[in-house]
């Protein structure tokens, strides 16, 4: 125990770190638990746990840290447990089609796809939920439709869709938190019946930041025009889907978001203006703080520039960093270390626990923890410390930052993003390299410069330098994402790899003594389990409709050969594919007709018999019992007849009902569900 306190004694300006790493391990507790049963036991004896540990230290600090600890993730599972009960969002039940008028809470263009995205609330369909969410068509739009209008209009609506297949991307968690209780699409014409009221600040800056958008795309024009425009505004529904996945695929898509490197640039811009235009005054410059009032300054830059671009969580979460920031400096402190970081993940954590579990707060973080850590490394600060050298040195040093800083940032980012999205970018170290400077020093302070000039009508030969710059970045990030091996694909890992590369990272990061290097074996361990853990090998989406069968080459069968591009895709990333998934029909194996199929595989030393319905038409009772009886699982849309036994499952709609999507394993046989029993989560509930 004496080892133990002697470390802990030697670390114990690290200890606070640990807060948020306790209250994120309470709120993902209450996540991972599916009924309030469960999370009163786990609030129950975390408190114990609490209670035991301050009453039984006996002066030890690792008591002390273990009763803190509890402590934490208590609240922490009682913040979520409270902030998803008062969120309360009202959910359709099931698709319905209406005809009805309301107001228009926010309005996004969506020029890429052709579409307007419209956010609704208090329709005069009293059978529709308070607010939902409705794409309709650009030619569809009236011509002042803003926030705070009224608008009559018919669409089909249906409820925030859960994932598909287990591992798949959950709206419905999503849509709960930020209030939405339907999706659906428009038909026919909008008409608005009563204009949008004077007076919402809300409504002016939306119109503004449309108004901004649509002014920056126009001046640069094409491509480069709608990345412009994201810039700007934040506004990302200029940019076509094959832009935007060459960002992700090349490591760059974090240039789209507006977070901490955007919010960053203004205040830099910021802040330097004011400081060198007040320090022109010698009387200035020796009566006041110049640094405190740039900072000041760059403060308000950074709040204007995270209201007018939608405050979305990402950037207020980056701007509250900033703040924090701004007021060390303002102190004279040191402005960024990893206690600045648990304080701003703090701050998160209690006003928006639900971001935990997203990729956003956790992309985010996991960056920042990485670079801080990495440049408060002793040799690390040595190796870059600013030093009287030549140019060509001074560049070379600034050059060898980015590269270590980019590769620890994708070391570090790539668990998450393979948890997530089943990829990732592997060369995005070497593309941040020249993209992240490009974005910072060039593109952002010469957009700015030439909204300026605009004003008196001189803005075009910036607008031209923006455009090239941009054409620059697009160049780069489709030449990286044509590259073979760009990327690297992985199916679905088990949640317990993912914690353990998660625990293990955290702790080779937050520590500072040899006993970080006891996080790697961790993170090891979870690399390799997630690399072993096999692709399923049939995937079953929650309503029965569209079945997928992993072939002995690793491709993917479609029951039904017309599917979406959706679907698709929901199949390719669970079992970490790109390649075009082919049909059952066409499998040797397979015999089908236009109303149901049969195939065998082989997986675990057996032969495995699956049938599967594709329509809704009637089935001969004789032949449909046949093949339920001589099949080893069986696939339906429809309920089945009490007769139908299979050998090992029957997945038909009553089942499929109770159990959402399936992720089905045969060596050995393991079915995943993507919901559990009993679960009472509010998303879950309403459903």
């Known amino acids: 125990m004496s080892g133990i ?33 469960a999370w009163i036991a786990f609030i129950m004896l975390a408190l114990a746990v609490a209670c035991a540990c301050f009453a039984l230290g006996q002066g030890l600090r690792i008591v002390r840290i273990a009763g803190i600890a509890a402590m934490m993730m208590a609240l922490g599972c009682i913040l979520i447990w409270i902030r998803a009960e008062r969120t309360d969002t009202e959910t359709l039940g099931r698709p319905v089609a209406s005809d009805f008028t309301a107001q228009v809470v926010s309005v996004e263009h969506l020029p890429a796809r ?44 249906m409820p925030p869709p859960r994932a598909a297949v287990p591992g798949a991307y959950d709206f419905s968690q999503r849509a709960w938190f930020d209030g939405i209780g339907a999706t659906g699409r428009a038909w026919g014409d909008v008409r608005i019946v009563r204009e949008a009221e004077g007076g919402s600040w809300r ?7 449309t108004r901004l958008a649509a002014h920056v795309a126009d001046r640069v024009g094409g491509r480069e025009g709608a990345i412009a425009a994201t810039l700007a505004t934040g506004d990302r529904g200029r940019i076509a889907e094959e832009d935007a996945d060459a960002m992700r695929r090349s490591g760059l898509a974090h240039l789209l978001a507006i977070s901490g490197l955007h919010v960053t640039a203004v205040i830099g811009v910021a802040m330097l203006l004011v400081l060198k235009t007040l320090a022109l005054s010698p009387r200035l410059a020796l009566n006041l703080p110049l640094i405190v009032i740039a900072a000041g300054a760059g403060a308000l830059a950074g709040l204007a520039y995270t209201l007018f671009t939608g405050s979305q969580v990402p950037t207020v979460r980056a701007c509250i960093a900033a703040m924090l920031i701004l007021i060390g400096v303002a102190m004279g402190r040191d402005a960024i270390t990893l206690r600045l970081v648990a304080t701003g993940a703090l701050i998160v954590l209690l006003l928006w626990p639900e971001t935990l579990v997203g990729p956003s ?9 990485a670079i801080v850590a990495l440049h408060e490394h002793p040799r690390v600060k040595r190796l870059l410390s600013r030093r009287d050298e030549r140019f ?11 590269l270590l800083t980019g590769i620890v940032v994708e070391i570090a980012l790539m668990p998450i993003a393979l948890y997530h999205f089943n990829k990732a970018g592997l060369y995005g170290a070497l593309a941040n390299i020249i993209a992240i400077p490009l974005t910072s020093f060039v593109i952002i302070p010469l957009e700015a410069l030439a909204l300026f000039l605009d004003m008196f009508g001189l803005g075009a030969p910036v607008w031209w330098i923006v455009g090239q710059a941009l054409s620059l970045l697009m160049t780069l990030a489709h030449s990286v994402s044509e590259t073979p091996g760009a990327v690297a694909l992985l199916p679905s890992m088990p949640i317990t790899a993912y914690v353990a590369m998660i625990i293990g990272g955290l702790w080779f990061l937050l520590w500072k003594s040899a006993w970080r290097y006891w996080g790697l074996p961790i993170v090891m361990f979870g690399g390799a389990w997630a690399l072993v853990s096999p692709a399923p090998d ?14 002995a080459d690793g491709r993917l069968a479609l029951l039904r050969p017309r599917a979406g591009d959706y679907v698709r895709d929901i199949f390719n990333e669970t079992s970490g594919l790109e390649s075009e998934a082919g049909a059952l029909d066409d499998l040797p194996t397979a015999w089908c007709n236009p109303d149901s199929c049969r195939t065998t595989i082989w997986s675990g030393g057996r032969q495995w018999r699956i049938f599967a319905t594709r329509s809704s038409y009637y089935l001969p009772y004789p032949e449909l019992m046949a093949e339920c009886s001589a099949a080893d699982i069986v696939v339906s849309d429809r309920r089945m007849p009490d007769g139908c036994t299979p050998r090992w499952l029957l997945a038909d709609r009553g089942f499929l009902q109770e159990a959402g999507g399936l992720a089905i394993r045969l060596s050995p046989a393991h079915i995943e569900t993507v919901l559990t029993p009993g679960d009472d989560r509010p998303w879950r509930r309403s459903q």
């Open 203 to 209: 409504g002016w800056l939306e119109a503004q930041r």
């Open 392 to 402: 060509f040195a001074k560049v070379g040093r600034f050059t060898l930052g980015l």
């Open 5 to 37: 306190e002697d470390r802990l004694q030697l670390e114990r300006d690290q200890i606070p770190l640990w807060l948020p790493v306790a209250l994120g391990c309470g709120i993902a507790s209450w996540f991972a638990l599916a009924d309030r049963s």
């Open 538 to 551: 049939i995937l079953v989406t929650g309503d029965g409709q569209h079945m997928a069968i992993r072939q």
């Open 361 to 369: 707060f956790q992309l985010s973080f996991a960056a920042v923890t």
């Open 114 to 157: 052709q579409s307007i995205r419209l956010r609704l609330r208090s329709p005069s369909d009293t059978s529709l939920p308070v607010q939902f969410r409705v794409n309709i068509d650009e030619d569809a739009a009236p011509d002042g439709l803003a926030a705070g209008a009224w608008v009559a209009l018919e669409a089909r609506l």
